[in-house]
């Protein structure tokens, strides 16, 4: 199995168990003295500079907004495996190892916090939008998750919405085999405009119970804008986050122009899409059935932040998996096989070929481990905590690192090796015994986890399993691909895919 290059790889500049006061100052780390036994300070956390306005200089100066993450990996290599940061108007502490985050997830309360993204909180009070559960907390927050959860999360949900992504899958398969076979036996592209749109079809045909057409030879100009709109969305949320909105708004800030622009076109394509009907008038609206529990608003708020959450996060892990596949074909050729004998089993039962084949769930796990959606979770433990022998007060937001969590030698044995394996059940049983949970996290974790979590594992497996069924997946070049951080982390060149027709494969 092929390795990602060593330069990829976290180790950590502190040992684990010592406690180091520590800052770094023009490029240069400042060290203080190792003592182990009592509690310290939050004060003594190591840092990356007290003035987080120096810091947001630096951090446009140095284009660190798009390689946030190897910031990371670079910080927690001089720094340990903690240190806090203040960029702009935003504070963390940020944390790698598993254990640290089990603790901090224990002090989460019965009213998980994450960072609000108060540039789309902004957008909706300017608009008068309900927000829905991704922008609420508390007790409001609570009420509207358990009634969304029944919807998408239980398994009542994912057995309706199976067939639908399954259906949504193989009509993508079919889609690509004609273009193959128009070229002879196989074609080289850039699948991520495609990706964009099977992530949109799948997301519509879950949620309105309607297919828009995008797999058609002439796809709606609306459906290439709403993909548009989510991407400036995206790149424009991450800069917003450290400068005040309202601030912003009040200059017209063309940053801030282009960002509320952009979710303005987001509510319009969600509330009415090009073909669909808009909620409330489909008679076979998939999310209409909350009892009564929530108001029309509040559900269309939800439509709203389903959609524009599962194009980009879907679509994008996606273009990883065909690469690392393509780049690892002993790991290609093994989920291959499992997949075959659990679909003859399955009798074409998308629920029974996916329990089958738990090498598609692991394959999803591994580009997740390597390539994190969004690369932090936050949370504000309702308590005092003690994290590294660091005192950290109720109220602070903690981020876990994701990304040089998933690349880091003191979590992961050979972190660099694409291996689905890894994540078997008999391995993973392993590593709970040693303590080591929390090391996948990439959908969050417990009651404040991604609404969409399921939607999204069952879609991205479904995908695999048709293509790998379909098509031999291979790459002209196996240099690592260079990554960039809008507000997820995606390639800053899609990589292009060869797919090749198998022989026998179903139409």
């Not at 085999?177 to 990706?195: C, F, H």
Request: positive net charge; aromatic residues 8%.
């Amino acid at each position: 199995m092929r390795r990602i290059r060593a330069s990829g790889s976290v180790a950590l500049g502190v040992k684990r168990g010592f406690c180091v006061a520590a800052a770094v100052e023009d490029g240069k780390v400042k060290v203080g003295d190792v003592r182990k036994g009592r509690v310290r300070s939050f004060q003594e956390i190591p840092h990356t500079g007290r003035s987080g306005w120096v810091n947001l200089l630096r951090f446009w100066r140095e284009d660190r907004f798009r390689q946030l993450h190897k910031h990371m990996e670079r910080t927690f290599s001089a720094l340990g495996p903690i240190y806090r940061e203040n960029v702009g108007t935003l504070s963390s502490v940020n944390i790698l190892l598993p254990a640290d985050v089990a603790e901090l997830f224990q002090s989460e309360g019965l009213h998980p916090r994450r960072m609000t993204l108060q540039p789309w909180a902004t957008h909706r009070e300017i608009r008068q939008h309900s927000k829905g559960v991704f922008l609420k907390n508390g007790e409001e927050w609570r009420s509207d998750r358990l009634q969304l959860n029944k919807e998408v999360m239980m398994s009542g949900a994912v057995q309706r919405f199976l067939p639908l992504l399954d259906e949504v899958a193989r009509d993508f398969c079919r889609m690509l085999q004609v273009r193959v076979e128009k070229e002879g036996r196989s074609l080289t592209m850039d699948p991520s405009p495609d990706l964009f749109r099977f992530a949109l079809e799948a997301s519509c045909h879950v949620i309105y119970g309607e297919r828009i057409g995008l797999f058609s030879s002439s796809p709606s100009l609306e459906s290439q804008k709403f993909i548009w709109a989510v991407e400036r969305m995206l790149t424009t949320t991450p800069p917003l986050l450290y400068l005040p909105p309202r601030l912003l708004l009040c200059l017209s800030a063309p940053l801030w122009t282009q960002h509320a622009t952009a979710w303005d076109h987001i509510f319009s394509h969600g509330q009415d899409p090009e073909g669909v009907p808009a909620p409330g008038v489909l008679p076979g609206w998939r999310l209409c059935g909350w009892g009564g529990q929530l108001s029309l608003d509040l559900i269309k708020a939800n439509i709203t932040e389903l959609m524009a959450g599962g194009v980009d996060t879907t679509a994008v892990p996606l273009q990883f998996a065909l690469f690392e596949l393509g780049r690892n074909p002993e790991v290609q050729e093994k989920v291959r096989q499992q997949v075959r004998t659990s679909w003859a089993q399955a009798g074409g039962d998308p629920q029974k070929a996916l329990q089958g084949a738990p090498l598609l769930k692991g394959t999803i796990k591994e580009v997740l481990r390597l390539y994190p959606v969004g690369i932090t979770v936050q949370r504000y433990p309702v308590k005092d905590i003690v994290l590294q022998n660091y005192h950290i007060p109720a109220g602070t937001m903690v981020q876990a690192c994701l990304y040089p969590m998933g690349r880091s030698s003191e979590v992961f044995e050979d972190p660099l090796r694409f291996d689905p394996t890894r994540w078997s059940s008999g391995r993973e049983e392993g590593r709970r015994a040693e303590g080591s949970g929390f090391r996948s996290l990439a959908f969050g974790f417990g009651a404040r986890q991604c609404v969409g979590r399921r939607i999204a594992e069952n879609e991205m497996q479904l995908f695999l399993m048709h293509m790998l069924l379909s098509f031999h997946l291979s790459i002209s070049s196996s240099e690592d691909l260079k990554t960039t951080v809008t507000l997820i982390l995606q390639p800053e060149t899609p990589p292009r895919i060869t797919f090749s027709r198998l022989s026998g494969a179903p139409i």
